[in-house]
């Protein structure tokens, strides 16, 4: 299908005399719009079984080879009867591109007739591991805003406005319009004719190789996280035997997830969780924020954490509720993927002198590689499991879920979330089995009549005190450091049980009154957690996890410049102890990052859909 031309917006200094212009501006007037860069490419449109330029009977030219490889990684992910607009950037046109995410960005998905909103357009788009152009402004249009947007004109052909709402291909013309830099084409022969020049990518357009389906090689993947190859491994052995592990490793994985089918954010999770997969979980989460962002950053650290507890034994009367509370951690497929791939990171053998001798001495090599094919054993009979519980796909609760936020329409949403979570572990317990049973189970939270406790968790100056005096609602905090300031001192650790005692049961007279309490302690593992769980638990709280996840040379920084320091030596030990909690093991869970705001919640009933 032709993609419609694009109408010139009325101040657009580009628009030649055999261009579209807009008549009137009545179908942007009164709409929330989103200005996005306009790319200059070839228009390119994707179908589950082909692909095409602007025009229909385009022939073969060098620049299109490498979009049609992409399509060939793709396509099994396109629906029947969706195509997929966007702009093919691989050679240069009258712009020379220098740090391009990709040679292909989206930026319309249509369904027949209909072309998708924009909020989907980009989930859609990045689940296919395809970019989206760069987003310049978003508002209920204006004009007079418009108009005082500033390009680079060297550097950006122009913008384009669309309506966020989707709309039909007959309404193209009053949803969609262009401005043009004056003069564009800038090159005296029409570049097809020319020789093809490659645009240039920039440093994250590995991350956007692996989410199509390509193998970018280990270290461009390494160099678009900021990562060195010393910091692959937390294990004792040398750097090539580390980077030839991953190497291993990554293979592995890749193979694992075409299998499964997975593209986009989940398979770059699978990969770089493969990657990393021997690293501290508490030190990684911290270290992907910056290049990733907090919610891709979390996933890859919570498959890093998790993976290992597959390949040790699990009681098979408690493995499908084990499976059910993790869908609400991780993919499992992906989960499983990477808990084979590590294994066989863990096969490529050091060849140093001195595991030689360590081999002859006591036989660790034939203990490991024993213990390897226990473990590959346990993943293969968990995910035959998981296969034959129907837990493998990508969103196996999907009908729970939804079933449940159509029945809870009108409640209010943390009275919802609350219900989601009891649902989950209903469900992983086999008390419930359908949306109309866990309907059913969960009418006691409906009004939202409970208390609320929000449990910080983070080291020592990661924020969890500035942050507990900015969140609206909340009725009273729980200090420790101040219980122990009133004691006497707030650096005296000597009365710790004492003072974790006095906290627990303030927490529980607070908890009675159906208020919102902050608990504002390190809280750094699962059992200093569990004794505050206990309290709200009694007194039938909603908890909630504020995970404040800091990079650790910001926190000793910031322990350098507290007016109460930490000693050092302490803080190092907070940070070895530091195993932040998984999605479920509260209601809700908010990631933190270092400027003290919450970039990521899990266990929200209100999610994004496909």
Known sequence: MHYPRTPHLPWSPGAGADDVRAGDLSGLVGREVVVTEKLDGENTTMYADGLHARSLDSAHHPSRAWVKALHGRIARTIPDGWRVCGENLYARHSIAYHQLESWFYAFSVWTGEHCLDWDRTVRFARRLGVPTPPVLWRGNFDERALRKLRLDRTRQEGYVVRTVDGFHRDEFAQRVAKWVRPGHVQTDEHWMLAPVVENGLGVAAPLWAVRSGADPGLSSLLAAVGVGTSELSAADVPEPVAVARAEAGLVDVRTRLDLLGRCGDTRLAGVLAALFHGCHRSWLAPRLVAPLGMPLARRIADLVGLHTRLHRPFPDNARRAGLVRWTAVADLGVLHAVAAASLAA???????AHADRRAVVDGSAHADSQDAADAREQVDWSALY??????????????????????????????????????????????????????????RWRDGDFPRLVLMVGPSGSGKSSLARRLPGVDDVVSLDDLRAAHGSRADQRANAAILHHGLRQLDDLLTDRRTVVWDATALNRQQRSLVHAVARRRNASTTHAVLLVPEDVLIRRNAERLHQVPSAVLAAQLRRFCPPYPGEAHHTWYVDATGAVRDVAGTLAGEED
């Open 346 to 352: 863990r096969a490529v053998v050091d060849g140093s």
């Open 386 to 443: 998981a296969e034959k519980a129907g837990l493998l796909g990508e969103t196996p609760l999907a009908s729970l879920r939804t079933g449940l936020r159509q029945a809870l329409r009108g409640c209010a949403a943390d009275a919802a979330d609350r219900c989601w979570a009891e649902a989950r572990e209903a469900y992983a317990l086999g008390r419930v089995t359908t949306a109309d049973s866990a309907v059913a189970a969960t009418w």
